[in-house]
């Protein structure tokens, strides 16, 4: 008896070359809908399915091979008498072969003004149902999802070197291509009936790029996009110069983005192990990127730097004169990418950065498990802010609290920043106090804390904090409030005439 090869595809490239192959390798094929008429179009014979089962597609096309005479040839395991028997009673043929990819779900919800209707009718029910029925019997069925596969089956038929060790890799490609179907499809479901946290909680991402290794070399990595996010991501980014990213620029890169998304005017963000090094905001990209890198000239060696307008000739002159590891931008000038690519190493991408970008999701992984929670999208609106001390900032400070405490948010917990006239001037990350982290960003700011402000993360447990920068001059101070001994730095600031601000909001992050 022939072999046969039921063939239905969304995708149809290189289907007809392919069905030909098999053709060639005296395969019987079977095939539905559109994919019959392409085949039948280049000349290569086909039968219907519905010839088979006898049974007319209906339902607009909804069931048409949702049929005992196409599941059973799919799922009859061959070294079992009492299956082929079965078969043989039915005259059931078995099928040997299925190629099938799915209905576009993912296409059509990204499509604009996309309906309803139109979503739910791209949920492809046929399609998932053959290709785990095959791959479930993948000790006697090929099944092919990935038209990238087909060259690789076809030589491995003609050379007889495609057996069952072939059969079950190309299974597992089907449970991974329909769980990733099935998670795009719940997640929208979940998102319709506003279901944030449901019971079972399934992502899917796919794969950008595998990476040389991850954190360190002894570690194995790989870069994934979620493919419904809606919004600008590093994934949607197109490299324009330079080496491949590694796991830590992608890490680093991120987290400048996450900055950068804080502000509307002209912005500079350089970013080193995750935290901000600096932050500039100005009328123009030049300026900006000067106060970013004034900001901390040290530690901006070896960084990553993303803007938040397309790069000119003239920041980009800046932008050369340091080693810099990645440059982020909505655009660069051929002036500036002259000057950038001249450096062989930068890594340059651009990256749309339209409004409207959307929250997400942030996953962390545990020993066993995963923590989910929304982004820290919160912002403080000028109107929910309060005042507990005797003096009020002035309108100046309250524009440079505020630039500060976008920024705060960004810097590892604890976190203090020190900013003035739109630029971060010492940033404290991580420490296991927050004094400590107070300390290191008056020692980074050294003079130009003289008339800044201080912004922290969270609510001071003790006055130490409050009375360090009263002795480096800072004037005014923005944090959440909330401690049982406020009182105590607010006394100190009263005492020497120094302006806070509560947000009533903490920015944790660790």
């Known amino acids: 008896m022939k072999k046969q090869a039921l063939i239905s595809v969304s995708d149809k490239t290189n289907i007809t070359t392919f069905a030909q192959g098999l053709v060639d390798l005296d395969y019987d094929i079977l ?11 280049a000349g290569i014979p086909a039968k219907a399915v519905d010839e088979v089962t006898e049974f007319p597609e209906i339902l607009g096309g909804r069931v048409k091979t949702l049929h005992p005479f196409i599941h059973g040839g799919l799922l009859a395991k061959r070294s079992d008498a009492d299956h082929m028997n079965q ?3 039915n005259n059931i043929a078995p099928i040997d072969m299925v190629v099938v990819n799915l209905y576009p779900f993912k296409q059509t919800l990204q499509k604009e003004g996309v309906s309803g209707d139109e979503i739910i009718e791209n949920i492809d029910i046929g399609g998932p149902t053959m290709l785990r029925a095959a791959a479930k019997n993948f000790a006697d069925v090929a099944v092919v999802v990935n038209p990238s596969d087909y060259e690789t089956v076809i030589e491995g038929l003609r ?6 060790a072939e059969r079950k890799k190309l299974a597992a490609k089907v449970f991974q291509h329909t769980a990733n179907y099935d998670a795009m499809i719940a997640r929208y479901f979940s998102e319709e009936t506003e279901e944030a946290f449901p019971e079972t909680y399934t992502v899917t991402y796919e794969k950008i790029q595998s990476l040389r290794y991850g954190e360190n070399p002894h570690q194995q990595a790989a870069f994934y996009q979620n493919p419904l996010h809606k919004g600008w991501s590093l994934a949607a980014a197109t490299q324009l110069h330079g080496k491949e990213l590694s796991f830590n620029n992608i890490q680093d890169a991120n987290a400048a983005l996450e900055i950068l998304s804080e502000y509307k005017e002209p912005t500079a963000v350089a970013v080193k192990h995750m935290n901000p090094c600096g932050i500039g905001v ?3 990209l030049s300026s900006a990127f000067a106060k970013a890198y004034e900001a901390d000239p040290i530690s901006i060696f070896g960084g990553i730097v993303a803007v938040n307008s397309e790069i000119d000739a003239e920041t980009a002159k800046q932008l050369s004169e340091i080693f810099l590891e990645i440059v982020i931008a909505p655009g660069f000038t051929d002036e500036a990418m002259e000057i950038l690519t001249q450096k062989k190493n930068i890594r340059l991408l651009d990256l749309p950065m339209q409004d409207g970008d959307s929250g997400y999701h942030k996953l ?8 989910v929670q929304d982004t820290d999208d919160g912002e403080v609106a000028k109107d929910a802010l309060t005042f507990p001390t005797k003096r009020q900032p002035s309108d100046k400070e309250l524009t440079d609290l505020l630039f500060a405490w976008k920024a705060v948010k960004h810097v590892k917990s604890n976190a203090i920043v020190l900013a003035k006239d739109n630029q971060t001037v010492g940033v404290g990350a991580g420490q296991m106090n927050r004094i400590g982290s107070a300390q290191i960003a008056i020692t980074q700011a050294g003079d130009k804390a003289n008339g800044a402000v201080l912004a922290s993360d969270a609510f001071f447990p003790m006055p130490d904090t409050v009375e360090a920068a009263v002795a480096a001059g800072v004037t ?4 959440p409030g909330g401690s049982k001994r406020d009182q105590d730095s607010i006394d100190v600031c009263d005492e020497h005439g120094i302006a806070m601000v509560y947000t009533g909001m903490r920015h944790f992050k660790h």
């Open 476 to 479: 005014a101070i923005i944090q």
């Open 159 to 164: 050379a007889d070197s495609f057996g069952k």
């Open 87 to 89: 078969l043989e009673e």
């Open 364 to 371: 962390t992984t545990v020993k066993g498990g995963m923590l």
């Open 282 to 284: 100005s009328d123009n």
């Open 31 to 41: 095939s539905t809908g559109g994919t019959l008429k392409t085949l039948k179009e």
